[in-house]
């Protein structure tokens, strides 16, 4: 499982992701962002491999939560 934060100091969370995706990577990747999307956004990422879109500020229990569900899936 790769956890990325959108805004990173040198490159974008983004940027990473389509490395890895360059890569064949076929693991779960989970974004951690201050930003809001819509549901038609975070449809459309899923569509495109993301496994999941998390909004800060979150509960760090949710966040376990959330990534037991991915690991375990």
Not at 19 to 26: D, G, H, N, P, Q
Not at 36 to 41: I, K, N, Q
Not at 54 to 60: A, G, L, Q
């Amino acid at each position: 499982m790769v956890i990325l934060d959108v805004m990173l100091p040198d490159i974008s969370g983004w940027d990473i992701y389509e490395r890895l995706k360059e890569t064949s990577y076929e693991g779960e990747v989970v974004f951690l962002t201050i930003m809001s999307a819509s549901e038609m956004d975070i449809t459309k990422l899923k569509e495109d491999g993301v496994s999941d879109y998390i909004t800060k500020p979150f509960e760090n229990r949710d966040f376990v939560k959330r990534v037991n569900v991915l690991l375990h899936e």
